[in-house]
């Protein structure tokens, strides 16, 4: 079965950090490209960050630049997001998602249920 | 960057009847790299659309996307049950935003 699961989340106080991670099973990782995608409370999506296949292509939205920095291990078959400098604004519940390709991106046809972050103090 | 705006933001329907969602893009999307997710509360959305009008795996075909350019539609023939849910439209290719959103409701 086809899986993404997503874990890390939690309660942080403004300005500090956290560090998310997705396990990917039942496809070949190494294959694809991966992304991070929010969704605060009763909002809409937000693509955050992607990564190539061979971590060759980042890419972040502006609103995460410079605090976010995605990682991926292929040989665990996992994806990292680590947060740091958080703000309020950063609570959501962040997916993992599967790229339909290796680079250059395209649509997402795999997604994990999302780990929430909450940024409070 | 381009911005998608959904509209409306909320359609009202019954069971059966015919559901069309609308994106339009602030500039030309190139290739037509505009792709449709649908969201039911509590789960992570599922993608239906890809290059504006090709249908994701197992995706049923009264689900049919349109549109080239700036304007881009989804469009429900029928609707069952389980399509009472949010839209989203999405950009891909060189940046990835997404739209705002149709609520599809039970009327």
């Known amino acids: 079965e086809v899986q993404l699961v997503e874990s890390g989340g939690g309660l942080v106080q403004p300005g500090r950090s956290l560090r998310l991670s997705c396990a990917a099973s039942g496809f070949t990782f190494d294959d694809y490209a991966m992304h991070w995608v929010r969704q605060a409370p009763g909002k809409g999506l937000e693509w955050v960050s992607g990564?190539?296949?061979?971590?060759?292509?980042?890419g972040y939205a502006d609103s995460v630049k410079g605090r976010f920095t995605i990682s991926r291990d292929n040989a665990k078959n996992s994806l990292y997001l680590q947060m740091n400098s958080l703000r309020a604004e950063d609570t959501a519940l962040y997916y993992c998602a599967k790229d339909m390709a290796s680079s250059g991106w395209y649509p997402f046809d795999i997604w994990g249920q999302g780990t929430m972050v909450t940024v409070s103090s | 960057e381009i911005v998608l705006t959904q509209s409306p933001g909320t359609l009202s329907l019954s069971p059966g009847e015919r559901a069309t969602l609308s994106c339009r893009a602030s500039q030309s999307v190139s290739s037509s790299y505009l792709a449709w997710y649908q969201q039911k509360p509590g789960q992570a959305p599922r993608l239906l659309i890809y290059g504006a009008s090709s249908r994701a795996t197992g995706i049923p075909d009264r689900f049919s996307g349109s549109g080239s350019g700036t304007d881009f539609t989804l469009t429900i023939s029928r609707l069952e049950p389980e399509d009472f849910a949010v839209y989203y439209c999405?950009?891909?290719?060189?940046?990835?935003?997404f739209g705002g959103g149709t609520k599809v409701e039970i009327k």
């Open positions: 990564i190539s296949w061979n971590s060759g292509s980042i």
């Open positions: 999405q950009q891909y290719g060189s940046s990835l935003p």
